[in-house]
C-alpha cells in the first residue's frame, strides 16, 4: 500500500513575499497568519510580504515565518492527510504540530525563542558552516576529526548522498574545508550563516532552550515523526521533549530519514512550505518515489496522484 510523507523545510528556503498570495486568496490562512502577529506582537507578515530581505534573512525572523508558512500551507490542504511527516531542522517542529505532538500557537512560541537563542549564540560564538560534496560520511568523519585540533567542526546536515555540511569554529571549518579539498571532493563552499548551527558552538542556544521545552505542552504524536537525531519514527511526548533538546547541537540526518520513511512504506514526498530543496534532496536519496510541493495557492490545483 502507497503511504504518504509530508516534509517541511527549514531556514534558508525563505523568500520575501512568501504567503502573500495564500493570505490574500483563503480566508483560514489569513486568520492564520493575523493569529501569528498577535501572538508574537509584531507584523511577521509584512516581513514576509514585504521584507526587506535582510530583516527575512534575521535567523529570529526566519524561523518563525517559514514555520507560519508551512502551518498555513498545511492547514489550506484540506483533506491531504499523511501517513508520517519529519522537518528539516526547524522543520520538525511543524513536523510535530502537524502531528498533534503541539499546538500551533505553542509551536510558534518555541520557534520563536529557538530563532532568539540561535541568533544570540551566533553573535556570542562566531562560527561558520560550509557545505561539501563529493565525499562519504565516513570521509567527511574521518576529516572533522582530523581538523579538530585547529577548532570546533562536525558534520551537522547529513542531507543526500555526497552532500554534507559542516559546522563549527572559523578555524575548525576552514581547516576541514582545505582537508576534504586535498582528498577529493568535488565541492567545498563556505555558507553565509549567522551562525554554526548543529555543533557545539549552539550550547547557549540549546541551554536557553530547554526550559522552553519543559514548559510546552507536548503530547503523544498521533503519526509517527522521523527526528533529526535520530532518523527514527517517535511518537512519546518524553521522546519528543528530549530530542528537539538535542536537535540543536546534533547533526540533521536527512538522507537517513528519508530512506527509513521508504523502509517503512512512504512512496510519496510532499513537501509543505517554501522552496523545493526537500524536494531535490529526496530525489537524490529516493529516485523511484514521487515528490511534490506546495509553496503558493496555485500549487495547490496541482494534482499528486492518491493524495
Not at 523568500?15 to 493575523?34: I, N, P, Q, W
Not at 576552514?174 to 582537508?179: G, P, S, T, V, Y
Request: charged residues 25%.
Amino acid at each position: 500500500m502507497s503511504r504518504t510523507a509530508f516534509i517541511f523545510p527549514g531556514q534558508g528556503s525563505q523568500y520575501v513575499g512568501m504567503g502573500k498570495d495564500l493570505y490574500h486568496a483563503d480566508a483560514s490562512a489569513r486568520e492564520l497568519f493575523d493569529q501569528a502577529d498577535a501572538i508574537l506582537g509584531f507584523p511577521l507578515t509584512r516581513v514576509c510580504f514585504e521584507g526587506p530581505e535582510e530583516t527575512l534573512r534575521q535567523t529570529r525572523n526566519t524561523q518563525p515565518a517559514i514555520f507560519v508558512h508551512s502551518m498555513v500551507v498545511e492547514h489550506v490542504c484540506r483533506g491531504m492527510r499523511p501517513d508520517m511527516v519529519a522537518g528539516h531542522s526547524l522543520g520538525e517542529y511543524s513536523a510535530f504540530v502537524v502531528a498533534g505532538a503541539l499546538p500551533f500557537v505553542e509551536g510558534l512560541r518555541l520557534v520563536r525563542l529557538r530563532g532568539e537563542l540561535m541568533q544570540r549564540a551566533g553573535e556570542k560564538n562566531a562560527g561558520t558552516m560550509a557545505a561539501v560534496v563529493g565525499l562519504s560520511e565516513t570521509e567527511v568523519e574521518q576529516l572533522c576529526r582530523d581538523a579538530s585540533d585547529d577548532g570546533v567542526v562536525q558534520p551537522a546536515n547529513f542531507n543526500s548522498p555526497g552532500q554534507i555540511v559542516l559546522s563549527g569554529s572559523v578555524t575548525g571549518v576552514r581547516k576541514a574545508m582545505e582537508l576534504a579539498k586535498s582528498r577529493g571532493a568535488k565541492l567545498v563552499k563556505e555558507l553565509v550563516v549567522s551562525g554554526a548551527f548543529h555543533s557545539p558552538l549552539m550550547q547557549d542556544a540549546s541551554e536557553g532552550l530547554r526550559d522552553g521545552l519543559e514548559k510546552a505542552p507536548i503530547r503523544d504524536a498521533q503519526i509517527p515523526v522521523y527526528t533529526n537525531v535520530t532518523a527514527e519514527p517517535v511518537t512519546k511526548a518524553q521522546d519528543i521533549r528530549e530530542l528537539l533538546f538535542r536537535q540543536l547541537t546534533s547533526p540533521v540526518r536527512w538522507e537517513h530519514i528519508v530512506r527509513n520513511m521508504v523502509r517503512d512504506g512512504a512512496t510519496r514526498f510532499l513537501e509543505i512550505g517554501p522552496g523545493k530543496v526537500l524536494q531535490g534532496l529526496v530525489k537524490r536519496t529516493a529516485a523511484s518515489v514521487e515528490t511534490g510541493g506546495i509553496d503558493k495557492h496555485s500549487d495547490l490545483t496541482i494534482p499528486i496522484d492518491g493524495v
